[in-house]
């Protein structure tokens, strides 16, 4: 390692830290009830965008899993979604009309929220639509995982995204009012994900799994990355670099042992295949504010819109958090 | 008599208070040190809590660090105190804040009644420790640390090294042998007043107080002195992990505890509701006499340490991603590659899948698309054919496959018109097993409807890439059971060869193999090699194909019976 990409990769920081502090000013304040906060307390971080009928599942799966605080982030949610939130005791929400994609798709926003109010917690940040799973997530709240994280020095948890999509048409089943996503989106490919190290950032690049197999199968290296580091115990010089996908400084993307071991990991389940997608698909496509713009990502919306179905016979139907780590998609590591 | 308990608290005081409780109102004192750093309101709040008590009492609070002489003082401390204020106490029983007791207090004490003046302290020599994970077994004795391990880690670690450059050695009192163990130990009266009342003490103190992790080591080496009956073992349930830190408890773990039968449990997480429901309440069952039994729970940790230090051979995930040579295991599996048996036999897949049971591929890798089994689109674990998402990761998606199916052997066929990314890793894989007709690519050509120039210049094409794949399979880094005939050989009697392979192989078949795969026509393959030498090009991986007798020679062969008896 030499010290003039130590020193770039500093650099890089600094102006993604500068570039939060500038993009501040997008946010208005809609309710902050940040004072509540304890100093032991975990946080959950998101931003969204007319994601009304997934809120309700959404609060009350991390509320169970013994998340004490959201902080949110509505990108000019028209259906409702802010109303909602605002209701909610332990929710504070920031608003923005700015442009998703130019806050490098919210990454700059959260990364001022985090730098605000996250320094010292551990911190939670995902999208609506996806579901933390940890090992003995069933019988042991976010909170055991933590103290035993903070026992064993360990600063950032990994987790792969993994896409879940129901049986038959994905928009077949539509999805109702805090109604458990995974009752309809119960599928997943436990076995075909390509992994490859980022060297410069030193994380795991992970593709793969229905989309890859789905939507480009000619040209995998397009399919999005599947590795998350979700769960960071924060600190003022972190930040996000990419979405969760990876950090700087480049240790905190180290939640992989390269020794043969295996660390304590999750997943993030990922109810995207909803017949919401469907809907909002056409909709995205139209703002342009994912990363719709190249010619593969127009492909992948419309065949979309074409309300596939992502099920095969070799699928494997979720039933909890011991057959992925059975299947090898998440591991106990040491934690027993 | 009765038994006293010392315990370090250092958090979790509710929790702490609890426990003291428990035991001290079973009528058994406890002393309590709690740490200086807790602050003020919290301690005086645990004294006020447990001051309906009579036989609890609070020792003088030090400023408590893992791993330094501290821990050590403070027990001191609260271990004369405990003698000295009770006199009825027969053995003293070291215990933390994150104890829980698993069983009544009345077995301990009528356990340890009948064995008055035994001490418990897990107590080992250095040369037998197998615990101690940072390699200062030995050395924590003879080097000096200044340094806070917690905080400097960098400078501990530097001046540890520097030590060991200039090669000091602290010395070591001569009338101790250095002895380790965990820090949880139950000592009788007559050992732990003599520890105490050492006339010496003051110099083994001085000695100790600069050695790494004293409360792992003064107790175990200075018991070994006095005691006249040592049980090396701890009467506190309590693993530690690879890094040496404590295993916690939580309340998934209560059935397992329960079945543990030991006397007390740590680490204990304290937001484990259930747990400390279940084993304070009043009603919790008593085991009578019976032993502590802690393997099933050494077995859980035990595996949990071997989860973390080498994990699940073969496979490759988001957690666990060993670097090329660390694998422990590249594949998770056996599994056999077949290199120009397709070739050289009609409907090989067919024949070998009856012979040997299992999954048999095509060619998995070949240049279209992945021909899998029954060429499906996807396989297990939705592993699909197209053969750019196969190339994008050429080896991990061999590695997939086979730990996608587990306990299933897979085989495939492979060839020089195949990608060629994954030969170092089969031929550096003890799973795979390699068999090669090396040659039979020819079959191909010879059979084809191109023009001879084209299959001049495939032919030279196919035979280099071949000749490398050879190469790598023949060099001395291999690990693979491979085996290779050439052409010519193979065909003078395939039956040996292919028996081998299978009685390798060994699923199914113990038997001697009673059909052979049927060859294909090779009339005029020695003429066509021939021209093909005749054109210039040497096609030498075949072996000495006999040019003009083979017709003959071949006749013979398609009639010979395949019946071998």
Known sequence: ?336 | MSVGFVMLVHEALNRAEQVARQWASHGCPVVIHVDKPVNRQDYEGLVASLSDLDNVQFSHRRKCEWGSWSLVAATQDAATQILAEFPDVRHVFLASGACLPLRPVQELVAYLNVRPRTDFIESVTTEDVLWATDGLEAERFTLRFPFSWKRHRALFDRYVRFQRWIGFQREIPESILPHLGSQWWCLSRQTLSAILEDPDRYYYDKYFSKVWIPDESYFQTLARLYSTDIESRSLTLSKFDFQGKPHVFYDDHLQLLRRSDCFVARKIWPFSEKLYKNFLSPDVAGLGATEPNPSKIDKIFAKAVERRTTGRAGLYMHSRFPQEGFEKGKTCAPYSVFEGFSELFEDFETWLEKAVGGRVHGHLYAPERVEFVDRQPVFSGALCDSAEIRDYNSKGFLTSLIWNTRGERQSFQFGPKDNQDISWLISTDPNAQISIISGAWAIELFNSNMNFSAIKKEAGRLQRIELAHLKILRSMYTKARVRIWTMAEFVEAPMEPLQTIIDEIGQRNVRRLTEAPKMVNLDGFGQFLQNLKNQGMQAHVMGDFPTGNDTEQQVSSRRRPYLVQ
């Open chain 1, 1 to 336: 390692m030499n010290g003039l990409k130590i020193y770039r990769r500093r650099l890089q920081r600094k102006r993604w830290q500068i570039r939060a502090l500038r993009k501040r000013r997008e946010l208005t304040s809609v309710r902050n009830v940040t004072a509540k906060i304890r100093p032991d307390d975990v946080l959950l971080f998101v931003t969204l965008r007319n994601e009304r009928i997934r809120l309700p599942y959404f609060l009350k799966y991390y509320r169970s899993l013994g998340i004490n605080h959201f902080l949110v982030v509505d990108n000019a949610s028209t259906d409702g979604s802010r109303e909602y939130l605002e209701d909610q005791d332990d929710v504070s929400v920031w608003s923005t009309d700015a442009s998703y994609k130019r806050a490098r798709f919210g990454t700059d926003w959260l990364n001022w929220l985090l730098r605000k109010y996250a320094i010292g917690h551990w911190t939670l940040v995902v999208d609506v639509d996806e579901f933390f799973v940890y090992p003995f997530c069933d019988t042991r709240p976010i909170r055991a995982l933590t103290d035993w994280l903070d026992a064993s020095s360990i600063r950032s948890f990994g987790a792969m995204l993994l896409d879940m999509y129901p049986k038959g048409p994905v928009a077949a089943q539509p999805y109702g009012d805090g109604q458990n996503p995974f009752e309809i989106a119960s599928w997943f490919d436990s076995g075909n994900y390509q992994i490859s190290r980022n060297e410069d950032y030193g994380n795991l690049w992970i593709q793969g799994g229905p989309r890859s197999r789905v939507f480009f199968p000619d040209t995998p290296e397009r399919a999005p990355a599947l590795n998350k580091v979700p769960l960071v115990k924060w600190q003022r010089k972190y930040t996000f670099a990419s979405s969760t996908h990876m950090l700087l400084p480049r240790g905190l993307n180290f939640v992989f042992d390269e020794w043969g071991g295996e660390k304590v990991s999750g997943c993030l389940l990922h109810a995207k295949f909803l017949n919401t997608f469907v809907e909002k698909s056409a909709e995205e496509m139209e703002r342009k504010q994912h990363f719709a713009s190249s010619q593969e990502y127009k492909a992948y919306y419309e065949k979309i819109s074409e309300n596939p179905d992502l099920w095969c016979k070799w699928s494997e139907k979720y039933i909890n958090w011991r057959q992925l780590e059975i299947l090898g998609l998440m591991s106990k590591g040491n934690w027993a």
